[in-house]
């Protein structure tokens, strides 16, 4: 049967963009689907102030084009959501890629012809659009939540999710503004707008561990170092487990002498990036004791740079170790609750009663604002697949099938949906890395299998069972590897204002970059061993 299209790509962010460069590359018949009004995904929506980078800048551009390293300059070790964004349309330029990207379609169902091996989707303005193929690069943190609390619709003055900050300039100057979450997001946004706002009150449920960024400007001599070096980062991050340049230092913690344990962690804290996280002692997110010895260095700096001490003890996780939830990377937050319009609110003392047409009432008193900003996360990862629905062999759902947590064959597939690829899907290695790094591999790889189906005529590709419940047994196993696996977050699936959702589900393959590689990498040499192809 004919369809519209060989491949439909559902998204043009990061993964979206190159995916389509790819398959374009293999003169491919395809064309994305976009629900924004321009590309670039988590870049185009994430507008808020203060969103940038906790990746460096460099490892986090491609890598497939010499020339786009060669002409692109980074103003920052760490850039700035505006330079993201205008780096991705500038790749959609440069590769002319926009004609082939739709733009305002959300795609609101998608259901598979059994018989035909083809899809049917629907978008939202009632059009139809068929494919051979369907790529989901729908992004991980892409379905934003909203705090379940009474009267969120009241609410008089302006109100809005980080996600959906607007693109027109929101003038916050003598203001008073409320926020409620402390994850990554709101640490970079509440440093930022400490000293532009009248009154800023923070709703801390549970604080995080979070560490300075130690930001900094690339200048011209810089630029010119990074892209002489650009084999050698690229190399580094493909050795370690998240693809950054920062991979764990090979000793363990207590067989290194107190002194230059403690000049190691002074030198991780003031480094920039996520080394303090990622490259400390190689047993620090793996063993309680390391962990409990470097999370009594990293409280003694929040006291430090906190005046009042009480706040401190509150800005102090008491219910987990540092790094066993994603490091906030922060520039002089700790700083802002030093100031006197900064106020900190722990709601575990003075619970939020509910939302009030004037603000937020607590049950210790109500606090008026002008401004409203729900930091409050993501329905990470299956959350972007829970907003289609996607219906399969027998019209099976699939959100009926992931009710309990995701099922997949190595990320990429899940048996009885035949011809859906998805790349950033959950329990897939890409989703645990430094984005861009993991998400080429992913791509080559589905591209590869592309190519592979084509040139032995199949029309149809889908896992087989034996092989999905291994590897989901598989990456459940992996959450045994380091203290991260237990820990209450978007990583275990975990989100209080989604039903179902309030409990560890297994998202994430937590093996490290290159073991997935490897695994990915043998699969295909056997003949892509695992999925029935017909
Ligand atoms: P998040 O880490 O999930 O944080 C959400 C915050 O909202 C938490 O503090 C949470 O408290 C709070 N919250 C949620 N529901 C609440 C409720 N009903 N009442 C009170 N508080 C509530 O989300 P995020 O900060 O948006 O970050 C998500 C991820 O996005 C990050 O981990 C990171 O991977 C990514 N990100 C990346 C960058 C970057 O690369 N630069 C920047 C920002 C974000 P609990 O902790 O108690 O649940």
Redesign the pocket.
């Known amino acids: 049967m004919s369809t519209d299209h060989e491949v439909i790509i559902i998204g043009a962010g990061v993964s979206g963009i190159y995916q389509l460069y790819r398959l374009l590359e293999m003169g491919i018949d395809v064309t994305v689907l976009e629900g924004g009004d321009a590309p670039g995904g988590t870049w185009y929506w ?1 507008r808020y102030p203060g ?5 460096e800048s460099y490892t986090y551009g491609y890598s497939f084009s010499k020339e786009l390293l060669e002409e692109w300059n980074w103003s920052e070790h ?1 850039s700035g959501q505006p330079e993201t964004l205008r780096y991705l349309n500038h790749v959609v330029d440069k590769f002319d890629l926009s004609k082939h990207m739709q733009f305002g379609c959300k795609v609101k169902s998608a259901a598979f012809d059994d018989e035909a091996s083809t899809w049917t989707l629907t978008l939202e303005d009632g059009r139809t659009i068929s494919t051979r193929f369907l790529l989901t690069a729908i992004g991980m ?1 892409s379905a ?2 909203m ?3 009474e009267g969120v619709e009241d609410f008089k003055g302006e109100a809005f999710h ?2 959906f900050w607007p693109q027109e300039h929101v003038d916050l100057k003598g203001k008073k503004v409320g926020v ?9 946004l509440i440093a930022e707008i400490a000293d532009k706002v009248d009154e800023l009150t923070i ?6 561990w979070c560490a300075p960024l130690n930001n900094s400007k690339i200048d011209e001599k810089e630029m010119a170092e990074i892209k002489s070096n650009y084999d050698e980062i690229f190399q580094k991050c493909h050795d370690t487990p998240g693809g950054f340049i920062h991979g764990p230092d090979r000793r363990k913690f207590n067989e290194v002498e107190e002194s230059e344990r403690l000049a190691f962690w002074e030198e991780l804290y003031d480094s920039p990036g996520f080394g303090v996280w990622l490259g400390n002692f190689r047993d620090v997110l793996v063993e309680e004791g390391a962990n409990a010895a470097f999370t009594d260095f990293i409280a003694d700096k929040i006291r430090l740079r906190v005046d009042d001490p009480a706040t401190a003890e509150k800005l102090i996780p008491k219910d987990h170790g540092f790094g066993t ?2 490091v ?2 922060e520039t002089k937050y700790y700083e802002a609750y030093n100031r006197d319009n900064v106020h900190l609110i722990d ?1 575990n003392d003075t619970p ?1 009663e509910r939302i009030t047409p004037k603000g937020i009432k607590t049950t210790e008193k109500e606090y008026d604002f002008d401004v409203i900003v ?5 329905d ?1 990862i299956t959350g972007a697949f829970d907003r289609i629905e996607f219906t399969g062999v027998g019209g099976r759902k699939l959100s009926d099938k992931w009710i309990d947590g995701p099922i997949t064959y190595l990320g990429l597939q899940t048996a009885g949906f035949p011809n859906l690829i998805t790349i950033a899907g959950p329990q897939g290695g890409s989703v645990a890395t430094n984005f861009p790094r993991g998400i080429e591999e992913a791509v080559d790889w589905a591209t590869e299998l592309l190519k592979y189906l084509r040139e032995h005529d199949y029309n149809r590709v889908e896992p087989k069972q034996d092989a999905e419940d291994e590897w989901t047994e598989h990456v459940k196993h992996t959450y045994t590897y380091s203290l991260l696996g237990n820990s ?4 275990t699936g ?4 989604v039903e179902g959702h309030n409990k560890i589900r297994y998202m994430i393959y937590n093996g490290g970059a290159p073991r997935y590689r490897q695994r990915l990498t043998e699969v295909a040499a056997n003949g892509y061993s695992g999925f029935d192809v017909r």
Request: with cysteine; hydrophobic share 35%.
């Open positions: 994430n969103c940038r980078f906790d990746s760490f943190l934003p939540t705090p379940t609390i980080t996600y409620i979450g402390t994850g990554a997001t709101a640490v970079q709703f801390q449920r549970r604080p995080n939830r994603r906030p990377m709601i939020i729900y930091a409050t996360g993501f990470a209450k977050s978007w990583f975990y989100n209080s204002n």
